[in-house]
């Protein structure tokens, strides 16, 4: 489990990673609540066994995209589906789905969110380690 430190760190990381990638989603929202979504973001990835830093940063994406209870939302449902099943692991199993699932979107939407979510790939803000739950 990370100790305080390391999970404020990580959530500090999130909140700058979140307000730079979807800016018209969060521009309006204050630290604390932002912060507050990123905690419930982490303990909802979590109930998934989604748990490596890069794996629930990609979780957070889809919570910024389609709404922060877009696991349990009827609309989404496909997407709760998905994250249900056994066997898909990771970030790139699971949202290589959600994208391939989520066809009932407009396809200008779709492509400005595969946009965000791809530019996410390579880089290493978020590392494959996993992330310890509070």
């Known amino acids: 489990m990370l100790e305080d430190g390391m999970a404020r760190q990580f959530e500090l990381k999130m909140m700058d990673h979140l307000r730079q990638k979807f800016p ?3 521009e309006k929202k204050e630290d604390d609540e932002l ?4 905690r419930q973001g982490v303990r909802t990835s979590g109930k998934y066994g989604i748990s490596a830093e890069y794996d629930v940063a990609r979780y957070m994406e889809y919570m910024m995209m389609y709404g922060l209870s877009f696991d349990t939302d009827p609309k989404w449902d496909w997407a709760g589906k998905i994250l249900k ?5 990771g970030a790139d199993s699971w949202s290589a789905s959600i994208r391939a699932t989520s066809s009932c979107e407009s396809p200008l939407r779709t492509v400005r969110q595969r946009q965000k979510i791809s530019e996410g790939r390579g880089g290493g803000l978020f590392g494959r380690r996993p992330l310890g739950r509070r």
């Open 24 to 26: 018209s989603e969060t």
């Open 35 to 38: 912060l507050a979504e990123i």
């Open 85 to 89: 099943t056994e066997g898909i692991s």
